[in-house]
């Protein structure tokens, strides 16, 4: 099997809809089809977001979505890894690792001071590879919550 990461391109429309639709099923949501029309746009535009897909043997099996900012920390830009998803038939097939090194090798080419991503708690197979290729912080989120 022959797995490549590539830039996402406006023809993957179909495969990105699919994958991006598992993962938002996966942490129990939904979002409306302008959201998905908007993000798509910015993913392959000019925007400071950034998209990969996964294919095995020419077949879209996962995505990484990833942005770079400002950070009070460092000078240079940090990378933010902010939505990852392999389909289940593929895990444990290198998918999410190779999807997680090529942002760090994109965050490299970019001069980013440091690549990181958050998870939910529950995603225990997730973060078994997670531990593998990246560093547990003591930090915890919180959230105002979307305005109504």
């Known amino acids: 099997m022959t797995l490549t990461v590539r830039a996402l391109a406006a023809g ?3 495969d990105w809809d699919r994958l991006w639709t598992a993962y938002l099923e996966f942490y129990g949501t939904s979002l409306p089809p302008e959201v998905f029309d908007t993000t798509f746009a910015r993913l392959l535009g000019d925007a400071p977001q ?3 897909v996964a294919e095995l043997d020419g077949r879209a099996v996962g995505l990484v979505h ?5 950070h ?3 000078i240079a830009p940090v990378c933010y890894l902010q939505d990852l998803y392999a389909d289940p038939g593929v895990r444990g097939q290198g998918v999410g690792r190779a999807l997680i090194e090529a942002v760090y090798a994109a965050a490299d080419a970019a001069g980013a001071a440091d690549t990181y991503w958050m998870t939910q708690e529950f995603n225990a197979t ?5 531990d593998r290729i990246g560093r547990l912080t003591p930090f915890v989120k919180y959230s105002r919550g979307p305005k109504t």
Not at 66 to 70: E, G, M
Not at 126 to 130: E, K, N, P
């Open 50 to 52: 950034h998209a990969l």
């Open 126 to 130: 997730a973060r078994q590879l997670y």
């Open 66 to 70: 990833y942005l770079y900012h400002a």
């Open 72 to 74: 009070n920390w460092h």
């Open 12 to 14: 993957d429309r179909p």
